[in-house]
């Protein structure tokens, strides 16, 4: 499989503060998925991108499709209790159907 | 989007049986996947499931451990079979490709295993 690196692996924030995390890999990638995953649940898509450069918002979620196609970068602002979870990005190949993920952030915010 | 359901959601095996996990979408998705995460770590993809043929096996899996069917749009199945301690790992089945939204993926609930 493919291997994509997040970072950083783990987050303790303030209640309020922004938070950036980013995916990396050695691979071109076709689209580019953001998950949220809670304690014994299934990880629950966040935000899809599908176009080099493009920016897309959820809310106080924003995301990006890295210009070199081989990143994608995740920004949450004002963060709150409720944002802590484990943050997943996936991505498609230019040349296949599979999606892989990458290693997680953990976030933890404070109240 | 679509909605994933999977039974069981748990279970708890002895070594040597089989157990078979299955993901039903409650509308029609290209794209099916299986994928097995453990506690705290990344999901690895198993293979993808292919309707009216044989799946497709990431390194590592192979269709005696894990076979797979996919009758239609809608439904597939992953057997684990001859199970050991290792197997203990929750196992996700996923979806792609509706009419309203073509690459997003979507996860039913996941089933955790537990061999004894």
Not at chain 1, 6 to 24: A, H, K, L, R, Y
Not at chain 2, 90 to 112: D, H, K, V, W
């Amino acid at each position: 499989g493919q291997q994509l690196n997040q970072s950083p692996q783990s987050m303790f924030i303030q209640e309020g503060e922004d938070v950036s995390m980013n995916c990396t890999s050695s691979s071109i990638f076709n689209t580019w998925l953001w998950y949220k995953q809670d304690p014994g649940e299934g990880p629950v898509l966040l935000i899809a991108l599908y176009k080099a450069g493009e920016l897309t918002s959820n809310g106080r979620l924003t995301a990006q499709f890295g210009i070199t196609r081989k990143d994608s970068f995740l920004n949450i602002s004002a963060s709150i209790p409720s944002d802590v979870g484990i943050y997943f990005c996936a991505g498609q190949l230019r040349n296949g159907n599979q999606f892989y993920f990458g290693t997680g952030t953990s976030l933890t915010v404070i109240p | 989007s679509a909605v994933i359901s999977q039974k069981p959601s748990r279970d708890i095996c002895q070594r040597g049986t089989s157990l078979t996990i299955q993901c039903q979408v409650d509308s029609q998705v290209t794209m099916m996947f299986w994928y097995r995460q453990q506690p705290g770590q990344s999901l690895t993809l198993i293979a993808t499931a292919n309707q009216g043929s044989e799946a497709t096996y990431e390194s590592g899996f192979v269709i005696d451990k894990f076979p797979i069917s996919r009758p239609n749009l809608t439904f597939s199945t992953l057997t684990v079979s001859n199970m050991s301690p290792e197997d203990s790992s929750i196992y996700l089945c996923s979806g792609a490709g509706t009419q309203s939204s073509y690459n997003e993926q979507f996860f039913g609930p996941g089933t955790r295993l537990t061999v004894l």
